[in-house]
């Protein structure tokens, strides 16, 4: 079955103790794996796209890797700002070009 | 500022009665689409369009009706049908095109209760 699976669902990290977010998947066909963070109440907003294995791509704290099984979104001395739940995404497919989404990381920093 | 605009942002409906989500896009993006969130559970695709006057049903459409009668707007209309209509609603757009990876873009959301 095609899936995205997120984990944890939940991390709690003090002000400048840096962690990754792991999204895995199972599907054929990768087109693009995107992550998203949202706040409560809001849309998401998008962060990143990877497109293959061995990819990488940075903003400020953040840092996206890709392999061919699951992406890591690891996060360098976070701070209290950065509290969102963060989605994967996984295009995939052919002529369907379909799109699942994981059910999210909370992430929590406290100062 | 280029971007997804959705209203309302909070909306009740009563038991038995059909209310219309609004989208509209500034972005030129061919391709839009709604999203429904529940708690716990990942986005689910109700709609998408990716051309004006053309639309799919996606993986939860019942209970829901759309239109695209202009690029910039794709608004979602929610039935009586609709059994458990009580979520927040995302409208996304991006770029069309089948065979690339093309980056989905969200509003800020519409919340939406039964009373």
């Known amino acids: 079955e095609d899936q995205v699976t997120q984990s944890p669902e939940a991390l709690r990290l003090q002000e400048g103790e840096s962690s990754s977010l792991n999204c895995s998947y199972t599907?054929?066909?990768?087109?693009?794996l995107f992550w998203y963070r949202q706040d409560p109440g809001k849309g998401p907003e998008f962060l990143f796209t990877?497109?293959?294995a061995g990819e990488e791509k940075e903003k400020e704290r953040l840092k996206a890797t890709l392999t061919k099984k699951e992406s890591f979104l690891h996060i360098t001395a976070p701070k209290p700002e950065d509290s969102a739940t963060y989605l994967c995404?996984?295009?995939?497919?052919?002529?369907?070009?379909?799109?699942?989404f994981g059910t999210g990381t909370l992430l929590a920093v406290q100062p | 500022d280029g971007g997804i605009t959705q209203s309302p942002k909070y909306l009740f409906r009563k038991e038995g009665q059909n209310v219309t989500l609004s989208c509209e896009q500034n972005?030129?993006?061919?391709?839009m689409y709604w999203y429904r969130q529940d708690p716990g559970q990942g986005l689910r695709l109700i709609y998408y369009?990716?051309?004006?006057?053309?639309?799919q049903k996606g993986d939860i459409a019942e209970g829901y009706s759309v239109s695209r009668e202009k690029k910039e707007s794709f608004p979602l209309t929610v039935t009586s049908a609709q059994k458990n209509p009580t979520a927040f609603y995302l409208c996304?757009?991006?770029?069309?095109?089948?065979?690339?990876?093309?980056?989905?873009?969200f509003g800020e959301g519409s919340w939406l209760t039964v009373v």
């Open positions: 996304a757009s991006s770029t069309s095109g089948p065979n690339s990876g093309n980056t989905i873009y």
């Open positions: 599907v054929s066909g990768l087109r693009g």
């Open positions: 990877l497109y293959s």
């Open positions: 995404a996984v295009r995939y497919g052919g002529a369907t070009n379909k799109l699942i």
């Open positions: 972005l030129n993006h061919d391709a």
């Open positions: 369009s990716q051309i004006v006057n053309d639309f």
